[in-house]
T-cell receptor, first 112, second 115 residues
Framework: DQQVKQNSPSLSVQEGRISILNCDYTNSMFDYFLWYKKYPAEGPTFLISISSIKDKNEDGRFTVFLNKSAKHLSLHIVPSQPGDSAVYFCAATGVRADKIIFGKGTRLHILP | GAGVSQTPSNKVTEKGKYVELRCDPISGHTALYWYRQSLGQGPEFLIYFQGTGAADDSGLPNDRFFAVRPEGSVSTLKIQRTERGDSAVYLC?????????????FGQGTRLTVV
C-alpha cells in the first residue's frame, strides 16, 4: 500500500516556463514533507521541505504547497532551467522523522 | 570524507551467493539509514541506526538481510543466499542528529545485480 503517490511518471516543460510536480499521500500522521532531486548514478539530494503545520514554503525558484485537507502537495519550479531535468521524489516522514517514505518519482524533462 | 561513500559502486553476483555492501557516512553523523531502490520505484526504507544499534529494522524484507554498525561509523549491509529479486540500487544515508531523517545526505548507491 503506497503511502506517498506520484501519479505522473514523467513531465516535459519548456525552458523558462513553470514546472508543477504533484504528490498525494494517504497517512494523515505525516509530519514533514520533502522533495528530493536525483540525477542518474547519484544519490537523491534534498531540495525543499514543508512542515505539516504550514501550507507554503519557498526557496528561490522552488516553492512547495501543501493542502492537508486534500492530502496533496505540489512542487513549483519557476522559471524552469535545463539543469532541472532530473527525477523528483516526493517523500514524507512522521513525528520521529527516523525514516522517509518515498513516492515512485516523476522524471522532469526541460525542453530547450 | 566530504560525503557519504558507498563501496562497491557496482556488484554482480550469482544467485545463492553472499554479498556485503559498505557505507562510510559523513564524519560525525550519528544516524545512518539504508534504503533500496528497485527499477521504476522510489527508495524503500530498510534499516536505521542510531549510533551502533539498529533503532528500526522494520524495512528489512526477510532474515536473509542483516546490517551492522559495530563502531557507530561504517556500516555493512549483508545479504545471504542472494536472489534475482534482490537486484536493486542500495542507498545509504547519514544525518548529524538522530531522528532527523529530513536532513539525511545520501551516497551514490551500490548497484547490485544478481544473475
Amino acid at each position: 500500500d503506497q503511502q506517498v503517490k506520484q501519479n505522473s511518471p514523467s513531465l516535459s516543460v519548456q525552458e523558462g516556463r513553470i514546472s508543477i510536480l504533484n504528490c498525494d499521500y494517504t497517512n494523515s500522521m505525516f509530519d514533514y514533507f520533502l522533495w528530493y532531486k536525483k540525477y542518474p548514478a547519484e544519490g537523491p539530494t534534498f531540495l525543499i521541505s514543508i512542515s505539516s503545520i504550514k501550507d507554503k514554503n519557498e526557496d528561490g525558484r522552488f516553492t512547495v504547497f501543501l493542502n492537508k485537507s486534500a492530502k496533496h502537495l505540489s512542487l513549483h519550479i519557476v522559471p524552469s532551467q535545463p539543469g532541472d531535468s532530473a527525477v523528483y521524489f516526493c517523500a514524507a516522514t512522521g513525528v520521529r522523522a527516523d525514516k522517509i517514505i518515498f513516492g515512485k518519482g516523476t522524471r522532469l524533462h526541460i525542453l530547450p | 570524507g566530504a560525503g557519504v561513500s558507498q563501496t562497491p559502486s557496482n556488484k554482480v553476483t550469482e544467485k545463492g551467493k553472499y554479498v556485503e555492501l559498505r557505507c562510510d557516512p559523513i564524519s560525525g553523523h550519528t544516524a545512518l539509514y539504508w534504503y533500496r531502490q528497485s527499477l521504476g520505484q522510489g527508495p524503500e526504507f530498510l534499516i536505521y541506526f542510531q549510533g551502533t544499534g539498529a533503532a528500526d529494522d522494520s524495512g528489512l524484507p526477510n532474515d536473509r538481510f542483516f546490517a551492522v554498525r559495530p563502531e557507530g561509523s561504517v556500516s555493512t549491509l549483508k545479504i545471504q543466499r542472494t536472489e534475482r529479486g534482490d537486484s536493486a540500487v542500495y542507498l545509504c544515508a547519514s544525518s548529524l542528529r538522530p531522528n532527523q531523517g529530513t536532513e539525511a545526505f545520501f551516497g551514490q548507491g551500490t548497484r547490485l545485480t544478481v544473475v
